[in-house]
């Protein structure tokens, strides 16, 4: 059961790291300046003092070497979480990522196990630009291997990166940096949120909103305001979890509200938008209940500008999700619809 501390996204990563390093002493840091510095976006601050330069290691600026070193050391006996400043960066580690960690158990027929996690800060939303705000998860998705997750408060923030650490798979666990300063309840003790299960933050009857990560809170946002503003229900649901997914989840939201607004930062074209339109395209029995189009409300495919305003304009914002939402209400109609709504 939940508690009432509340704390931000960034303090439940950092104590849920914690709380498994004094667990487990296998269970150690690499990155660039996650040491002294605490990590690019502070989540690492304080723990070189607590666990020592040993187990909170300052990596030199190669992704590639020190995400392998991990990956070796997973093979190992270890239990490495590993810092990728920005997800942008993971780029220059594919090979170690794809190429290996991915791929020993399987290679090795269950002789080798490859227990790491790779955190990383991903998306827009900073002003930091091309080379530093790309939503990359669906290049990981694609891999066998590997998990992937995106935690969209403080408290699956804590409980999924316990759960990546415990996990004896190669994990990754995209934290989009916008929600760093979001403060949500978050029980102190340890506690896992399991992975391949998705959540709905809102119930509605109008339209089911299929979202994870940043574009969460924007969609609870504009649900409520589309309420208030013209009697449009909208279910929310959260997955958290990419990879494993809660297909059940999409599958029962998509049926029971008819209408579907899947919705996600990442670039439109082979996003991973498209795998969830594509589980409820391949489900009969889920599309002879739809009254509209699936909607994939996602970024344009385009580099993300650096000017504050392009950036804003290259990703879905909160205007764009109830447009979208008012856009289905009003082309596809039925009797649920409000003469309010109707209106607009």
């Not at 920005?86 to 990522?97: E, G, N, P, R, W």
């Not at 409980?159 to 990754?172: E, K, Q």
Request: aromatic share 6%; net charge negative.
């Amino acid at each position: 059961m939940r508690g009432e501390r509340r704390i931000t996204y960034r303090e439940a990563v950092r104590e849920a790291i914690s709380q498994e390093m004094e667990a487990d002493r296998r269970v150690f840091v690499m990155g660039e300046d996650v040491g002294v510095y605490g990590g690019s976006y502070g989540v690492m601050k304080g723990l070189i003092d607590r666990f020592s330069p040993e187990r909170i290691r300052d990596t030199p600026i190669s992704e590639a070497g020190f995400t392998g070193a991990a990956v070796g050391a997973a093979m190992t006996g270890t239990r490495p979480i590993v810092e990728i400043m920005y997800s942008d960066f993971l780029t220059t580690a594919m090979d170690q990522v794809v190429n290996h960690a991915a791929k020993m158990c399987y290679m090795f027929n269950g002789a080798f196990q490859v227990p790491m996690v790779i955190r990383s800060p991903i998306g827009s939303g900073t002003g930091a630009a091309a080379q530093h705000s790309q939503s990359v998860e669906a290049w990981f998705a694609h891999v066998p291997g590997l998990k992937v997750v995106m935690p969209s408060t403080p408290y699956d923030a804590k409980g999924l990166v316990i759960s990546a650490v415990r996990d004896n798979n190669p994990v990754l666990v995209f934290e989009p940096k916008t929600l760093y300063g979001t403060v949500g309840e978050v029980p102190e003790a340890p506690y896992t949120v399991p992975f391949g299960s998705a959540v709905t933050r809102r119930s509605g009857r109008d339209i089911a909103v299929i979202t994870y990560g940043r574009t969460a809170p924007l969609a609870l946002k504009a649900a409520e305001e589309l309420e208030a503003e013209s009697g449009i229900s909208c279910t929310v649901v959260d997955l958290r979890s990419l990879i494993p997914m809660d297909e059940q989840a999409v599958l029962e939201a998509a049926a029971a509200a008819g209408r579907v607004i899947i919705l996600h930062e990442a670039v439109k074209t082979a996003g991973f938008g498209a795998e969830i339109a594509a589980r409820i395209a391949e489900h009969p029995a889920v599309m002879s209940r739809l009254k509209a189009p699936l909607v994939r409300l996602c970024g344009k495919d385009v580099p993300i500008p650096f000017a504050r305003e392009l950036e804003e304009a290259a990703v879905p914002q909160i205007g764009d999700i109830k447009q979208a939402a008012l856009g289905l209400m009003r082309d596809y109609p039925d009797a649920g619809l409000t003469k309010k709504a109707s209106a607009v």
